[in-house]
């Protein structure tokens, strides 16, 4: 049998620190909806970490798609939902749909999207963590962000310019900008935690 998962080095030295803050978090969540899941590598290893909390990862990319899937496949884990086809910018999401057996979404997480896709996907995700989050509930972003309009290290401006090299929508988001939109879908921006390689994890809050 062929073996489609994808392995991406970056999600492999991620994953235990974005865990260790996803422990504060995510507790007493119920379900967890993953936007944009990549390789699939995140989900299975924040599924076994968090066994009480069904997981519900999502792609839209045909590969990632198929390597999520291959992940959760070999995982066997029985709190990761089958991955759902979930094009950021749609409305309604999947989710949404009245047939989604887990339609009480306690969470929303997403790494590494929103700097290599086009600004209107990161509208598109505030608008549909409106219309799905309940007053309270967390969506957890991870990622490079610029502050105060600035690169938090030499390093991110070189990756920014090798981002806007693939199309010069993509680019590290500004944290001001991005909190802006937040707050005019009802979100508003309660905590930014830096991580490891001149990442943070930003967290917004349901009003």
């Not at 967890?32 to 519900?56: C, K, N, R, Y």
């Not at 995700?125 to 967390?138: C, D, H, K, Q, T």
């Amino acid at each position: 049998m062929s073996d489609n998962r994808q392995f991406a080095p970056a999600a492999e030295r991620n994953r235990d620190p974005i865990l260790s803050v996803l422990k504060d978090l995510l507790e007493g969540s119920e379900t967890v909806l993953e936007i944009a899941s990549g390789t699939g590598e995140h989900a299975v290893h924040f599924a076994s970490a968090f066994p009480d909390v069904t997981w519900q990862p999502t792609n839209f990319d045909d590969e990632h798609f198929t390597s999520a899937e291959a992940w959760r496949e070999h995982a066997g884990l029985a709190n990761i939902k089958p991955t759902l086809r979930l094009d950021a910018c749609a409305n309604p999401w999947p989710v949404e749909a009245p047939d989604y057996e887990h339609r009480d979404i306690s969470a929303i997480f997403n790494a590494n999207m929103i700097h290599i896709s086009p600004w209107e996907v990161t509208l598109g995700l505030f608008n549909g963590a409106s219309r799905i989050l309940s007053p309270g509930n967390l969506m957890i972003l991870y990622g490079p962000y610029k502050v105060d309009g600035e690169h938090t290290a030499d390093s991110n401006k070189k990756f920014e310019d090798w981002l806007k090299g693939l199309n010069p929508g993509f680019g590290i988001r500004d944290i001001g900008e991005v909190s802006e939109v937040a707050k005019k879908e009802g979100l508003h921006h309660r905590q930014s935690i830096a991580m490891p390689a001149n990442n943070f994890i930003q967290v917004f809050q349901k009003s």
